[in-house]
């Protein structure tokens, strides 16, 4: 039987830190910081006022609070209730979401839009994942049985998939600020000039040729094309040419019987043991802990 359509590989990485339900209350404040995650937050009861970069950002019951990597930003609780919240900090390797995800410092998402949609149920599915578990924890820390892990991956994805929906029919679904023409503007020299270099970085996966020669052609200085990058896809060149050797290589060793060597060659690294020190260095495995293992039992001995 002929294949009639086939989906793309996807061989790319959810990170989850601080994923948790929690209660603060009247008075309560959190000191001005920020994340090298993207953070998602709901408040399920009560109301929260965060400070983003000096603006002030009130969140009600249903809301929904979406705050790019690197911003700055303060918390507090200054009504007479507490405040009820869902928080997961999280990143993606994929660089069309993390566009999506970088596009503004921060993404309000009032109750009303939300209800939309099926985050609710997704957040209730989660609560219930944390009620499963509860009687294995210890000092609040849940230890997941396997299914259960992939559920809480699997809910937040959806969870990600909604929120992303709503920010991309925001003209319809919430109230955005406007912004001045020369925002919009500066907003897409700055999109055209990330664009570029991604285009460049993706093909030649060599970060420090290409943007030196983006900034030559666009008479901009080396770091201003550095902060246009990040500014719109959440990170830096560096890390972006990190994230995508990264996805080639898993995706190398998972679909080819290449030898180390003509994967290491392929990334640009200067031997295998450099690869496989770097690919450590990621992801806590060597290639060969990675690797199926039906795949490592067929490589020839050297």
Same mark, same amino acid.
């Given at each position: ?11 790319? +990485? ?14 309560? &404040? ?14 399920? &009861?009560?109301?929260? +006022?965060?400070?983003? $970069? ?22 507090? $609780?200054?009504?007479?209730? *507490?405040?009820?919240?869902? $928080? ?7 660089? &069309? ?50 299914? *259960? ?13 909604? /929120? ?20 919009? *503007? ?32 666009? $008479? ?40 180390? +060597? *003509? ?32 795949? /490592? ?6």
């Amino acid at each position: 039987m002929e294949d009639l359509y086939r989906f793309p590989n996807i061989i790319h +990485t959810l990170q989850v830190v601080g994923c948790h339900f929690g209660r603060k209350p009247p008075g309560w &404040e959190y000191p001005r910081h920020h994340h090298h995650l993207f953070e998602l937050l709901y408040c399920q &009861e009560g109301q929260v +006022t965060h400070d983003i $970069n000096r603006e002030a950002v009130t969140m009600k019951t249903g809301d929904w609070l979406l705050i790019k990597s690197g911003v700055r930003h303060q918390s507090s $609780n200054s009504s007479a209730l *507490d405040y009820g919240y869902f $928080n997961v900090h999280f990143d993606l390797d994929d660089t &069309e979401i993390r566009s999506l995800l970088a596009a503004t410092p921060y993404r309000y998402i009032p109750q009303k839009a939300a209800a939309e949609s099926k985050l609710l149920h997704y957040v209730k599915e989660l609560e219930s994942v944390m009620h499963r578990n509860l009687a294995n924890a210890e000092e609040a820390q849940l230890h997941l049985r396997f299914e *259960d892990k992939l559920l809480l991956q699997s809910y937040l994805l959806l969870i990600i998939h909604d /929120v992303l929906d709503l920010i991309r029919g925001h003209a319809a679904s919430y109230k955005q600020k406007k912004t001045a023409v020369s925002d919009k *503007d500066a907003s897409l020299f700055a999109a055209d000039v990330a664009h570029a270099i991604e285009e460049k970085l993706s093909s030649g996966l060599c970060e420090e040729a290409t943007v030196a020669g983006i900034a030559k052609e666009l $008479n901009l200085s080396r770091s201003q094309c550095t902060k246009l990058f990040a500014k719109v896809y959440g990170l830096s060149p560096r890390q972006y040419v990190s994230q995508q050797k990264l996805k080639l290589a898993k995706e190398l060793l998972v679909t080819t019987h290449l030898p180390m +060597t *003509d994967i290491a060659d392929k990334l640009g690294f200067q031997s295998a043991s450099h690869f496989s020190r770097q690919f450590r260095r990621w992801t806590g495995q060597s290639p060969s802990e990675f690797k199926p293992k039906h795949q /490592v039992a067929q490589q020839p001995l050297s």
